[in-house]
């Protein structure tokens, strides 16, 4: 090596340990680089970073005035002017800052660093609008940005961790980077931490309003944290600027579906699909928005489009499927078949063409075939879960240590008095939307869908624990107080006004899983009714496995698991009817299909409802029905779907262990000890 080389690598020796020092010792660093300087006079690098150290220890004036010459002396040095004009900024010299920053950006617009330093300098000196413009172009530019690349390969190879390290470490140093702050945002909504979400966005279009992906994304956000109204705002917003923009377009009507605005977004997809009529989602979306305004034909042609754009499209095969009255002819079990067969399918195409075979199989009274179909489907996408019947059963014994006859009795009068909720609860498949319908078909009553209202205030109280992770929503709620108690019912009362069109005094709430939440019920809302739909467990589990739901069900997935989860339930429903007794009614699948209406009758007492002919003839209650039950429950009550689970017994053994004597006491429940709890 030849003294030169030697010289060259003891410097950049020098230089990198420099750098080391700059974040932990800057006053040392400063001394490396004089050093360096000594060696090398006016060396560019080593006197920018003398000038770092300075900025590092809050010398402002005296890194300025080692810059200002840096850059009189080297008037190419990007990075050096760029450096200035943030100290500047940070002596409060807001305009020299600008000028310095728009004379380097005027030659040099592909430094998107430089863009976000001009527009925290433009927001400081009050100039917003312009702060905004200067955000977009640092928006702009940002893929030029090497750091922020390598964090978006991360993102993209799902090092989730390695890019959420990688952005916090940026944004310290760069705290209104807004491009970083919307990827950090999408990262938290990816890991589940929703609110986190939701927040960065904010502050992303604090800083940037005119960030439109940003604000698609906090849309979205919206829509997801059952915020609609909210998410509509937004999505206005962005429309007013790109009125046709099928991305908006296709976000609102989705919203507009949730909020059961059906018609106007059913007009959404049609336009969408004018446009594009390629898209095969689109098509799905389509058919879905018609299947539950109950355009059957309709909403088979927008599946089988779809199918026709994109033969291998899973959740279309399984759209038709689950309309449950569609028969598969021969040769769309043969085009399912030949799809699973692709090496390139991906696991979500292969487990909705699974469910669908199986579905197809079924009506084709090949039980056996059938049964492997459902078990595959339903094998694959318990992978992709994370779920735990342990935890369950330990919530279940949590809840019944918790809200005793001795708690409520303590907390009489608490509460909410309004009486307009009827609750439905029980398991997925047990003929709660035959309840819902029935209810609905009364001139006082609307049915609305499964709202996620319940479920969103017990993250809200989660929240006000110590730790959002660990500490259960009931501890939060056996600590407040009658006032408290109260604004929750109210609050609920309040979002859910939303979802009700027609004026009627009363509305069900249709989520099943909410008979894990009757304690805060009870406590916030004390008048209103809850019905607990209860079906034989192995008509009901079976049903349940046999279903691929978009979400929220992840313990139907294995026969084990599900069963477990009907133990649970059946053992937490005791509890409350032990500690509230004849709080709850509790309609028996098989009894309401035997003796109608004799049911429908005891159903109606106990909302307090005098008795209407239309209830017995729910099935021309032409409402929109959001569930998987939806065309069953459009047609008189039939006796076959009770004993049809027989067809499989051979192959629920897991399911029956499961069970235990919850099975063989059907319809009553067991006597349960405080203990009692079944493991595999």
């Not at 986190?196 to 604000?215: I, T, V, W, Y």
């Not at 009827?422 to 009553?445: A, K, N, W, Y």
């Not at 004799?598 to 002919?613: K, M, N, T």
Request: hydrophobic letters at 40%; aromatic letters at 8%; one cysteine or more.
């Amino acid at each position: 090596m030849n003294a030169t080389a030697e010289a060259s690598g003891s410097l950049a020796t020098a230089m990198a340990h420099a750098l080391r020092l700059l974040d932990q010792d800057p006053a040392l660093a400063a001394e490396q680089a004089r050093e360096i300087l000594r060696a090398v006079p006016g060396h560019p690098a080593a006197t920018r970073l003398l000038a770092a150290s300075h900025s590092a220890r809050g010398e402002w004036p005296k890194a300025i005035e080692i810059l200002q010459a840096l850059a009189r002396a080297h008037p190419d040095a990007l990075l050096a002017r760029l450096d200035l004009g943030f100290a500047l900024g940070r002596c409060g010299r807001y305009a020299e800052a600008i000028q310095t920053l728009r004379h380097l950006l005027s030659g040099n617009p592909n430094l998107p660093q430089g863009w976000r330093i001009l527009a925290d300098q433009l927001r400081a000196s009050g100039d917003r609008a312009g702060a905004a413009s200067a955000y977009i172009e640092h928006v702009r530019h940002a893929s030029r940005d090497p750091e922020l690349l390598q964090i978006g390969q991360a993102v993209h190879d799902n090092r989730i961790a390695d890019a959420e390290h990688a952005l916090r470490s940026h944004l310290k140093r760069a705290p209104t980077d807004v491009v970083a702050i919307r990827m950090l945002a999408e990262i938290a909504e990816r890991l589940g931490r929703h609110e986190d979400a939701e927040n960065l966005l904010e502050r992303c279009l604090e800083l940037a309003p005119g960030f439109h992906a940003a604000r698609q994304n906090y849309a979205l956000i919206l829509h997801r944290a059952n915020k609609p109204t909210e998410a509509l705002v937004e999505l206005e917003r962005l429309l007013q600027l790109e009125p046709g923009n099928p991305g908006h377009l296709n976000l609102k009507a989705a919203i507009l579906c949730r909020i059961g605005e059906y018609a106007p977004a059913i007009a959404i997809y049609a336009d969408i699909l004018a446009q594009q009529p390629q898209h095969a989602r689109i098509w799905l979306s389509y058919g879905h928005a018609l299947k539950t305004a109950g355009e059957q034909e309709r909403s088979i042609a927008a599946y089988r489009r779809s199918l026709a754009i994109e033969p291998g499209f899973g959740e279309a095969w399984w759209s038709l499927a689950n309309l449950k009255t569609v028969r598969f002819s021969d040769a769309d079990v043969a085009s399912m078949r030949a799809q699973l067969l692709r090496t390139d399918l991906s696991d979500e195409h292969r487990y909705h063409l699974d469910f669908a075979l199986g579905k197809a199989l079924e009506d084709a009274a090949a039980y056996a075939d059938s049964f492997q179909h459902y078990l595959a489907g339903n094998g694959l996408r318990r992978k992709g879960i994370l779920y735990n019947a342990d935890d369950t059963s330990a919530r279940v014994r949590k809840i019944r240590r918790t809200y005793t006859r001795e708690f409520f009795e303590a907390r009489r009068g608490a509460g909410c008095p309004a009486n307009d909720p009827i609750f439905v609860v029980g398991l997925p498949r047990s003929g709660s939307t035959l309840i819902e319908q029935i209810l609905s078909s009364h001139s006082s009553v609307e049915g609305t869908m499964e709202l996620p209202e319940i479920i969103s205030m017990t993250r809200l109280l989660r929240r006000q624990g110590e730790s959002e992770q660990t500490t259960a929503y009931h501890d939060v709620l056996a600590e407040l107080d009658h006032t408290a108690l109260a604004a929750l019912g109210a609050q609920y009362i309040e979002r859910t006004r939303v979802q009700r069109k027609s004026g009627a005094p009363f509305f069900i709430d249709k989520m099943p899983n909410n008979f894990v939440h009757i304690g805060l019920i009870q406590l916030a809302l004390p008048n209103a009714r809850i019905i607990d739909a209860r079906r034989h467990p192995l008509a009901c589990c079976l049903s349940g496995f046999k279903q691929h739901f978009a979400r929220g069900q992840n313990f139907t997935y294995d026969l084990a698991d599900i069963g477990r989860y009907y133990h649970d339930y059946v053992e937490l429903m005791a509890h409350f009817d032990e500690v509230l007794p004849g709080r709850i009614h509790r309609v028996i699948y098989e009894e309401m299909v035997e003796n109608t209406e004799f049911e429908v009758r005891r159903l109606l007492d106990y909302c307090g409802l005098e008795f209407e002919p239309g209830c017995l003839r729910f099935y021309e209650n032409e409402r929109p029905v959001r569930t998987a039950s939806s065309e069953q429950v459009r047609q008189p009550i039939y006796r076959a779907g009770i004993d049809h689970w027989q067809h499989y017994a051979e192959w629920l053994g897991p399911l029956q262990q499961a069970l235990g004597p919850v099975l063989a006491n059907y319809p009553v429940a067991p006597v349960f000890s405080p203990g009692d709890a079944v493991s595999t």
